[in-house]
């Protein structure tokens, strides 16, 4: 058992993953990123403290569904697979605050996604999205939300009603109005460049915009007839290049 109760075996070009590193029952984190692998074996539900598993850069067409068994996960990082859906036990991950599924192969973006009630942070760009279901709005804790390089031919309305987003990014969309998103208290940066836009969203002030037309004086916010001016107590992060590495203590 690693001391660190990490294992990375990235990069390996496996086919298969070792079996005895199921044995590593209290293993935290596993990184298989960049292999050939397209199954885990059964034994992967031995590791029951696993809270962060990377399977990015793989072939999966599906996902196994002994991932879904792994209770404790915190972060999931399925980017760059062939996924085409995700399965209904997906729901079983009620810790799940970090899921990556960029760079699949998604035409719509999975229901059981929306019942991932801590999730904070989704990334579903580069995928062939064309809407986000109204059920998106039932996760509350959701911050941020990436869903660049997809076919949205509009900004998707549900997430008019989801107040406590910080980050939104639809850039290298085909969206040609933006709606205003002043009412949305919690937002601090908005990326909608290389669409077909005739015009930048309106946001309140001391909201960041990136894209066309986002030198724009925003939207100040109004409360009870007054203005308020807001002043971000830090400034927001752009969207990661790569994935990052988490935080030691993700959960």
């Known amino acids: 058992m690693p001391v660190d109760k990490m294992v990375d075996l990235s990069g390996r070009q496996m086919r298969r993953l ?124 959701l911050r941020t939300i990436w869903l660049s390089g997809n076919l949205l031919s509009e900004f998707p309305p549900v997430l008019l009603d989801m107040p406590f987003l910080e980050v939104i990014d639809v850039d290298r969309n085909s969206i040609r109005f933006f709606p205003s998103l002043a009412h949305l208290p919690g937002l601090k940066l908005v990326i909608y460049d290389h669409n077909p836009c005739r015009n930048a969203p309106k946001v309140a002030r001391g909201v960041r915009r990136v894209g066309r037309w986002s030198e724009e004086t925003p939207e100040p916010r109004k409360r009870s007839g007054a203005v308020i001016e807001i002043t971000p107590d830090e400034k927001p992060l752009l969207p990661p290049a790569a994935k990052m590495e988490p935080e030691a203590e993700p959960c």
């Open 18 to 141: 070792p079996v005895h590193i199921c044995s590593f029952r209290e293993l935290v984190k596993l990184y298989l990123s960049d292999n050939n692998l397209n199954y885990l074996p059964p034994e992967l539900e031995q590791l029951q403290n696993l809270q962060i598993l990377a399977l990015d850069f793989n072939n999966f067409k599906a996902l196994p569904l002994v991932v879904c068994t792994l209770k404790q996960l915190c972060i999931l990082y399925l980017g760059n697979n062939k996924l085409c859906s995700l399965p209904l036990e997906l729901r079983l991950l009620q810790n799940l605050k970090t899921l990556w599924i960029e760079s699949n192969c998604l035409q719509y973006l999975p229901e059981v996604v929306c019942e991932l009630s801590l999730l904070k942070t989704l990334h579903a760009g580069s995928n062939a999205l064309r809407c986000l279901p109204p059920q998106l709005q039932c996760l509350q804790e």
